[in-house]
T-cell receptor, first 112, second 113 residues
């Protein structure tokens, strides 16, 4: 089955700096890669997703890149703000069954 | 106007008891899921249903029995609760079309004494 590894597990950045989280996946048939943000005590919320026919996608301060050959994808947050502090999860799925396999999460702390 | 709602939000109970968690979505989605998030925040799928039909069952102990009376509801019943069942359980839903975002409920924090 699919295995998703996520690094780093914790990330501390100064406000205004960039944050990068990296994920690798094992199943070459995976073709959908969402990213979720989970604030303390809250539900995971989708922040951006990318499909395998696209190499990069951007939404304001958030961008995701995908390298299908290397089977890795990354989340980039620019100009970080204190409200970006949360746990971020990457995930991967293949079309059959819409089964999402999550990475282990990255706890991001943005210091003012 | 909550899209995916779960009840209860908190559940504290004794080992060996039986409990249920309810989930409802008003997004018109055809697919619903149950996830377990353990104390280390690891999120793992347990079940998914398409239009009341079980699609994914991730080798979850048969003490866990999901039930979908209609496509807007997916309940989770747990028999003979064990200490290791303590976790946050999230319900989610998505359209039937493949590779669509999944929308999560607020979670049910289950604590076993």
């Amino acid at each position: 089955g699919e295995n998703v590894e996520q690094h780093p597990s914790t990330l501390s950045v100064q406000e205004g700096d960039s944050a990068v989280i990296k994920c690798t996946y094992s199943d070459s048939a995976s073709n959908y890669f969402p990213w979720y943000k989970q604030e303390l005590g809250k539900r995971p919320q989708l922040i951006i997703d990318i499909r395998s026919n696209v190499g990069e996608k951007k939404d304001q301060r958030i961008a995701v890149t995908l390298n299908k050959t290397a089977k890795h994808f990354s989340l980039h947050i620019t100009e970080t703000q204190p409200e970006d502090s949360a746990v971020y999860f990457c995930a991967a799925s293949r079309a059959a069954g819409n089964k999402l396999t999550f990475g282990g999460g990255t706890r991001v702390l943005v210091k003012p | 106007d909550t899209a995916v709602s779960q009840t209860p939000k908190y559940l504290v109970t004794q080992m060996g008891n039986d409990k249920s968690i309810k989930c409802e979505q008003n997004l018109g989605h055809d697919t619903m899921y149950w996830y377990k998030q353990d104390s280390k925040k690891f999120l793992k799928i347990m079940f998914s249903y398409n239009n009341k039909e079980l699609i994914i069952n991730e080798t979850v102990p048969n003490r866990f029995s999901p039930k979908s009376p209609d496509k807007a509801h997916l309940n989770l019943h747990i028999n003979s609760l064990e200490l290791g069942d303590s976790a946050v359980y999230f319900c989610a839903s998505s359209p039937l079309t493949v590779n669509q975002p999944q929308h999560f409920g607020d979670g049910t924090r289950l604590s076993i004494l």
